[in-house]
């Protein structure tokens, strides 16, 4: 990715998480305030996930999950009791995405790029892989509309989290390594329209 293309992607992103912020910020206050009852605690869901150039940052979204001591796994699967039925609406809609627009606001991740990952993952990429972190996690992008049903198909797995490490988590770096290598700003345009229409 040229100067050109860091300066025009990241222009986007203040313009569109702006305008994101000001036409969906009832919804995510709405929501905020239903979580908040739902769960008894915070609204608001933050999490220690790993940014451009391995940074840490707090990634935001709308609390879906009761706590449980008997999990101790950061692999989520659609069948997984932490999760309230109120909290299934939201991921369900997406809704509890959108907190994530002001992450994208203040510079932690991009609208497309690669997922943001907890500590273990995207941190402990080796050689050529790392190419993924020269970039902002993003809200979307090939990999994630690929495993867009990815609770899903974990919740029909043995050992889920075994098989993220083993199967899934690999063939995401495949995918981000070739979104890195073959960028395009109009790619970007796409991968958002398929995110939201489908």
Request: charged letters at 25%.
């Amino acid at each position: 990715m040229n100067s050109w293309d860091q300066v025009l992607k990241r222009s986007f992103d203040v313009l569109a998480s702006t305008s994101g912020l000001v036409l969906t910020g009832w919804i995510i206050i709405l929501a905020y305030v239903a979580a908040s009852i739902d769960t008894k605690r915070s609204g608001f869901f933050t999490q220690e996930r790993i940014g451009r150039e391995g940074v840490p940052f707090k990634v935001i979204k709308i609390r879906t999950m009761c706590d449980n001591p008997s999990f101790n796994t950061t692999v989520t699967a659609s069948n997984d009791p932490r999760i309230t039925r109120l909290g299934r609406f939201f991921r369900k809609t997406k809704i509890d995405e959108l907190p994530q627009l002001i992450n994208v606001f203040l510079g932690q991740m991009s609208f497309v790029g690669p997922r943001p990952d907890v500590a273990g993952y995207a941190d402990k990429l080796t050689g050529e892989d790392r190419i993924i972190l020269c970039l902002r996690p993003g809200v979307t992008g090939p990999a994630t509309l690929k495993y867009r049903k990815e609770e899903e198909f974990l919740a029909s797995q043995d050992d889920p989290e075994k098989y993220n490490d083993e199967v899934i988590f690999p063939d995401k770096v495949r995918l981000n390594r070739e979104y890195v290598a073959n960028y395009s700003f109009w790619k970007d345009i796409k991968y958002i329209y398929q995110t939201i229409f489908g």
